[in-house]
């Protein structure tokens, strides 16, 4: 369960047998979220995260879609 960063409590990160599209699974001590970050940054589920850290998450995806994007490919070889 690869960790791409910490960052404000919440912890971005993917599983090690993922699936497309491109996810990101957002973690608090709330709860967990998953969004899909391919053209547009999606919130597709949330289980427990507070409204204030799904937008701090949604920002933080935003700004660094390409890093997680790169990061992603490199982990599953496409």
């Known amino acids: 369960m690869?960790?791409?960063?910490?960052?404000?409590?919440?912890r971005f990160f993917f599983y090690s047998r993922e699936?497309?599209?491109i996810h990101i699974h957002v973690q608090s001590q709330d709860g967990i979220?998953?969004?899909?970050?391919?053209d547009d940054v999606v919130?597709?589920?949330?289980?427990g995260l507070k409204p204030k850290d799904?937008?701090?998450?949604?920002s933080v995806l935003e700004e660094n879609k390409e890093n997680f994007k790169?990061?992603?490919k490199r982990v599953f070889g496409e």
């Open 2 to 10: 690869p960790t791409i960063l910490n960052l404000f409590g919440l």
């Open 19 to 21: 699936h497309e599209p």
């Open 33 to 38: 979220a998953k969004f899909v970050i391919e």
């Open 43 to 47: 919130l597709v589920e949330n289980k």
């Open 54 to 58: 799904l937008k701090l998450a949604e």
């Open 70 to 72: 790169l990061e992603w």
